[in-house]
């Protein structure tokens, strides 16, 4: 089977050499000429765990190649980026969508499989796309197959997850969904769940908008524990301990392009229906600020010049700072504050990113981790010497640290001990708390 990939990111790429990989001819697609340079050459531009040997495995064995220009194949897979509009309710962008649909069209023949694999509002498939391809002519689950199956895999685990997740095969027609599943049932190993497009769409945003809803609980409980002086933390590994609760854990926001993304898409297509969602993404989004208070609040209680920022990614041991929270952090701080900083992050390479984690912390009266990195784990006092205050503020919950009378550790739990003494809010200033996220 020849396959063409339209967007080489970090799931059109995987996806690309993973079929690559099991004896399919790839031909991979992409718009920015040093992208089909550097992965011609055997180079990434993207960190994933196993990718580059994937990478050298395909090139090796002749199965893939990276161009700019389309050619005849037997599947088209379509995974270029969906941002969110900025309408009001941030609805999904399609210009790349469409722009795909349309270059591939010409080179479209009958027996074809096309596969949108991007995060799409429900309903796309049916009623932007299909209607593309009919318009050329095309009879779809006739003599073309379109299809609907939404990635479903985890930054640090694409190659492994990409072969044993269970996918969703979203058909137009039952044609369309025996056309999917042959094309994927190349290498997954997990279940080829049957669907409709529509019911897939919908799937993929709900399986990233439960998530997103369950970290808001945990965020709006670390505020709560906050401003009651109860450590949150504590009372999610009690209320966790009950058979039937999972909640998940707050931090600074939420980012990455499914979570601060997908719930929009839900949102703009049912307005009226979507309450919930819409305060979840409300409550996530004030994250940020909520953190850059506590920061100012602490600096200012420690008479602190210097903050040392650990991550700017979204999560960790990744490179991606797409709607990263870290990241918008970092630029309030430098748009709202005085302080002098210092960037570290050994996953992403900017100029202002320091690359020697000793030289950031020095002379720095606090170190915040943004970023779940593995490498911040095994942080030790000793590497902290050079700085001015040993104060640590740990967003993430990762560090090893002991807390102990040389350095000060705070995380989401413990917020209140940022605070002055005495500072417990009257039980009487909260009832005002409903109405903060409507000013927002």
């Known amino acids: 089977m020849k396959i063409t990939v339209i967007g080489l990111g970090y799931i ?11 004896g399919q001819q790839v031909i991979g697609i992409d718009v920015k000429k040093n992208v089909i340079e550097m992965l011609n050459e055997g180079k990434l531009h993207i960190e994933e765990p196993g990718l580059k ?54 080179f479209l023949k009958r027996g074809n499989v096309v596969i949108l694999e991007s995060t799409i509002a429900p309903r796309t498939t049916e009623d932007v ?34 072969v044993h997740n269970n996918r969703i095969i979203g058909g137009v027609t039952p044609n369309c969904v025996e056309a999917g599943k042959r094309v994927y049932g190349v290498f997954v190993k997990g279940e080829l769940i049957e669907a409709s497009a529509g019911a897939a769409e919908l799937s993929k945003l709900m ?17 709560i524990g906050d401003a009651l002086h109860i450590n949150a933390l504590e009372v999610i590994e009690m209320a966790n301990k009950h058979p039937r609760v999972n909640l998940h854990s707050p931090g600074p926001g939420v980012g990455g392009h499914c979570l ?20 979840a993404r409300v409550i996530n989004n004030s994250m940020p600020n909520f953190i850059l208070d506590k920061i100012n609040g602490f600096m200012k209680k420690i008479n602190g010049k210097k903050i040392t920022i650990c991550g700017v990614t979204y999560k960790g041991d990744v490179d991606d700072i797409r709607e990263s929270p870290a990241l918008q952090i970092v630029q309030l701080l430098d748009e709202q504050t005085d ?39 095994w942080i030790t006092e000793e590497n902290l010497n050079s700085m001015n205050q040993k104060n640590i ?9 002991k807390r102990n009378q040389e350095v000060n550790i705070f995380d989401m739990g413990s917020l209140y001990q940022m605070k002055k003494k005495n500072s417990l809010a009257p039980l009487s200033a909260l009832s005002t708390g409903g109405n903060e996220w409507k000013k927002q």
Not at 359 to 366: E, G, I, K, P, R
């Open 12 to 22: 059109g790429l995987p996806t690309a050499i993973m079929f690559a990989n099991h």
């Open 260 to 279: 601060a993304v997908d719930p929009y898409f839900i949102v703009s297509a049912a307005p009226e229906q979507t309450p919930l969602i819409q305060q």
């Open 339 to 377: 302080f002098a900083l210092s960037i570290f992050d050994p996953h992403v390479k900017k100029p202002w990113i320091e690359t020697d984690f000793e030289a950031a912390v020095h002379s720095a009266d606090l170190l915040v981790i943004l970023s779940d990195h593995s490498e911040f784990k």
């Open 207 to 223: 399986e990233n908008t439960y998530r997103d809803v369950n970290i808001a609980l945990s965020n709006e409980l670390s505020k």
């Open 393 to 401: 503020f740990d967003t993430k919950g990762i560090i090893q640290i």
């Open 53 to 106: 040997e994937e990478l050298h495995r395909a090139i090796s064995s002749g199965n893939f190649t990276a161009q700019f220009e389309m050619e005849e194949s037997d599947a088209f897979i379509i995974s270029v980026p969906t941002p969110n509009l900025p309408d009001a309710y941030r609805s999904c962008d399609l210009t790349y969508v469409k722009d795909a649909v349309q270059k591939i069209i010409p």
């Open 129 to 162: 796309v299909k209607p593309l391809l009919e318009n050329a002519g095309f009879i779809i689950g006739e003599d073309l197959f379109l299809v609907h199956c939404p990635e479903r895999v985890l930054p640090g685990k694409i190659i492994h997850e990409l």
